[in-house]
């Protein structure tokens, strides 16, 4: 595997970390993604196995992390960017791997990251949503459920006490 | 259901009225939620010309709970029992990687036995939902014998369980730094006579549905997955080896006991609805085998190294992406901790994902719509992991 390491950081000219567990991460700009995409899926990647998107809210970035799977040199790949929290756009790589399509829809729905050249950002699991998307880290589940669900606030009524007062 | 309908103007010709023409391009039909044909609460909306399928769209999202956006809410012990809950029929997949990545984050070491009792409870319930799936497929196609079969057998793994963990489906039962408690007395001698029961369970099954020229007429071509477009969609686990690719995680990443372990990986060329049947019915022999070494193998010592005190519990900043061989498919954690007392984000990676929306689409397109149930069932999606 190592070898294999120091083989593609020769070739792509990227800088590969080797982790544990049969995995290597990699940092990207996100101008540079497809061009990444493409170079490693030529070098037999694959196996798109995930996309997962990450907030962190405190440096106002999304990180978006695409999982590849290298199924003869066993090695997977982590290829992570980041976006700004403010303007979350990124151009799409669902025409290099076709899988990657559903996980962009459902990126776009949970975290609101726009992908620009995906064909079919339709809804894909909630409906009628009006609020932002509802993985992103400042949206308060707490909030939104009483709201939704508890129109008016009965805690006084439940846990007063039931019994009669005699003088 | 909704007609697209083009309606002619009638035109006056020579004081003739002609009657007005309609003509339907397409019927919109939606199957599912809540149908019997398809696995779980998951829907297909078609648009068919007469039987055949002309655009199939998959419509899940009818079971969202919500469990990544939980997670991130909840400390680290308090996901075990949450976890087991987002796939159904395989529950144990879940807690067997929650644990994994915690313990690969933190350093935590599993004890030798726990390692192999892990391998048992995640083999035994491959077996259950190997039932589960010959009993649904079996369904689909109208022959209802099999079903009552081997839900049946099924129900004597879930007896086991129940002696082991205290549940029948959830078993929260792996934790961090091992299991939770020791096997009960005689509990592997129990295992070894219902593995030698299933043995001969599996050769009825042959007589009444594997080798039914019924089964192999109607199964034959239908819904083919060649090499390539499988490697193009990703496909993974079974679905794959139907495909002729030999690719088992278990084989080629190992975890836990299986390194320890042979067994063979079971391939099959066409790549149809047949091949990927007869996949795992072929390895629901290799899985019995698997559970006999290790029965035979397991070694004696504790079960569980202890954990820190939970509630103030800071895993290491760090990330990252465990997987295993469920009967789905490649079933992965991705786990990033922030240094925090909870995790920032666990994502979860269902085989489903890849296999119920864009492949399922794909095969759909250009069949009959007798045939959707039995390719949904073939390809052994669970929408619990799409919706999680």
């Known amino acids: 595997m190592s070898d294999f390491i120091t083989r593609l950081k020769n070739i792509t000219g990227l800088n590969i970390h080797k982790e544990k567990l049969y995995q290597a991460s990699l940092k990207v700009d996100k101008e540079k993604i497809r061009k990444t995409l493409l170079d490693l899926k030529k070098e037999g990647f694959l196996q798109f196995t995930t996309l997962t998107c990450i907030d962190w809210i405190e440096e106002k970035t999304f990180q978006l992390v695409y999982h590849l799977w290298h199924r003869e040199e066993k090695l997977h790949l982590k290829v992570k960017i980041d976006i700004d929290r403010d303007a979350p756009i990124v151009e799409t790589v669902s025409d290099i791997y076709i899988v990657a399509q559903t996980y962009e829809r459902e990126v776009k729905e949970m975290f609101g990251v726009d992908f620009k050249g995906n064909k079919r950002l339709i809804p894909f699991i909630l409906e009628d949503w009006n609020e932002i998307p509802p993985m992103r880290r400042d949206f308060n589940t707490r909030e939104y459920v009483k709201d939704m669900y508890e129109t008016e606030d009965r805690t006084e009524e439940i846990f007063k006490p039931r019994w009669k007062k005699y003088d | 259901m909704k007609q697209k309908t083009e309606q002619k103007k009638s035109l006056n010709q020579g004081g003739k009225n002609m009657t007005e023409e309609k003509s339907i391009d397409f019927f919109e039909y939606f199957i599912g939620p809540q149908h019997p044909g398809i696995t779980g609460n998951f829907g297909v909306i078609l648009n068919a010309v007469g039987d055949e399928i002309i655009k199939a769209q998959a419509n899940p999202g009818y079971l969202h ?248 519990w800071k895993v290491e900043k760090g990330d990252v992406y465990v997987k295993v061989e469920s009967t789905k498919g490649e079933y992965g954690y991705y786990v990033v901790s922030d240094g925090s007392e909870k995790p920032r984000r666990i994502h979860v990676r269902g085989p489903s994902m890849t296999h119920g929306i864009m492949l399922l689409e794909k095969l759909l397109k250009g069949q009959r719509i007798a045939d959707i149930s039995p390719i949904m069932f073939s390809l052994d999606i669970c929408p619990p992991d799409i919706d999680r």
């Open chain 2, 65 to 312: 709970r919500a469990f990544e956006k939980l997670m991130e809410q909840r400390m680290y012990l308090q996901n075990v029992p949450l976890v087991c809950r987002i796939c159904v029929p395989e529950p144990d997949v879940n807690e067997a990687l929650y644990s994994m990545a915690i313990e690969t984050l933190t350093g935590i070491e599993v004890p030798e036995r726990a390692k192999y009792i892990r391998t048992i409870v995640l083999e035994m319930a491959r077996l259950a939902a190997y039932l589960f799936y010959f009993g649904g497929t079996a369904a689909t196609l109208g022959l209802y014998t099999l079903p009552n079969w081997s839900f049946g057998d099924r129900d004597y793994i879930l007896d086991l369980f129940e002696e082991l963990t205290g549940a029948r489906i959830y078993h929260i039962y792996m934790q961090p730094g091992g299991v939770r408690r020791d096997l009960p007395k005689d509990f592997t001698k129990k295992l070894y006579s219902l593995l030698q029961t299933l043995k001969k369970r599996i050769k009825e099954y042959d007589g009444i549905f594997f080798d039914a020229a019924l089964f192999k007429k109607r199964t034959k071509g239908v819904g083919v997955i060649n090499k390539d477009m499988a490697i193009e969609y990703s496909v993974t686990g079974p679905n794959l080896r139907a495909s002729g690719i030999a690719y088992d995680i278990r084989k080629d990443t190992p975890y836990l006991a299986y390194p320890d372990i042979n067994f063979n990986v079971i391939t099959e060329n066409e790549g149809d609805f047949y091949s990927r049947v007869m996949v795992r019915r072929r390895e629901f022999e290799e899985d019995i085998k698997i559970l006999e070494q290790l029965i035979d193998k397991l070694p004696s010592g504790e079960v569980w190294n202890r954990y820190p005190m939970p509630l103030n």
